[in-house]
């Protein structure tokens, strides 16, 4: 992997209103594409991830999307809660090993109640 | 899901001397583990790759001979800051996967201040 570039860098919504946070990468080569929630003090924790062979993965209020031709993929969280509020990661590697990832830039997600 | 630990959490030191940092797997085994140094409202930065049995792959501009890496078992990395600086005061983190192609699990991350 190689640069990862996220935005926006800080996020601010109301309570039950939708985040969408995007990333692009350069390494046409990757093909695993996580996400991760890190709170204030902790590490990371992964939240989803999605492989090139699909372009769409939801699991309940978080969905993320590919595109593999314009190398962007975005984070989508649906009615948003005020546990929601953190720093969230994009991240790129490759699936074929031990997970490996570079990671972008970081967004904080503030959830206003 | 699986767990990664950390131990110490949190790590105060002089200048000068060294720290030791432990990544655990706790409910699998894992030849491969990562470590990561995260600077504050900064990325996670990839430092060097652990290798149970061999020595560790360090990413570009990481000092091999300061950041120690020792993979002595499947169940543990350990990360030494050799003669610390106030500049290597960050958040350092661990991952490991269980196996080939599946997720990998941070650890809670280790807060090191050199004094």
């Known amino acids: 992997g190689e640069n990862v570039e996220q935005h926006p860098s800080t996020l601010s919504v109301q309570e039950g209103d939708s985040a969408v946070i995007k990333c692009t990468y350069s390494d046409s080569a990757s093909n695993y594409f996580p996400w991760y929630k890190q709170e204030l003090g902790k590490g990371p924790q992964l939240i989803i991830d999605i492989r090139s062979n699909v372009g769409e993965k939801k699991d309940q209020r978080i969905a993320v999307t590919l595109n593999k031709t314009a190398k962007h993929f975005s984070l989508h969280i649906t009615e948003t809660q005020p546990e929601d509020s953190a720093v969230y990661f994009c991240a790129e590697g490759f699936s074929g090993g031990y997970q490996k990832v570079t990671f972008g830039t970081g967004t904080k997600l503030q959830v206003i109640p | 899901g699986a767990v990664v630990s950390q131990h110490p959490s949190r790590v105060i030191c002089k200048s000068g001397t060294s720290v030791k940092i432990e990544c655990r797997s706790l409910?699998?085994?894992?030849?491969?583990m990562f470590w990561y140094r995260q600077f504050p409202k900064q990325s996670l930065m990839l430092m060097a790759t652990?290798?149970?049995?061999?020595?560790?792959?360090?990413e570009q501009g990481v000092e091999k001979d300061k950041f120690l890496i020792n993979h002595a078992s499947l169940t543990l990395s350990t990360l030494t800051v050799t003669s610390a600086h106030p500049e290597d005061s960050s958040f350092y983190i661990c991952s490991a996967s269980r196996q080939l192609n599946t997720e990998a699990f941070f650890g809670q991350g280790t807060r090191l201040t050199v004094v």
């Open positions: 652990s290798n149970e049995g061999s020595k560790a792959t360090y």
């Open positions: 409910d699998f085994q894992a030849t491969t």
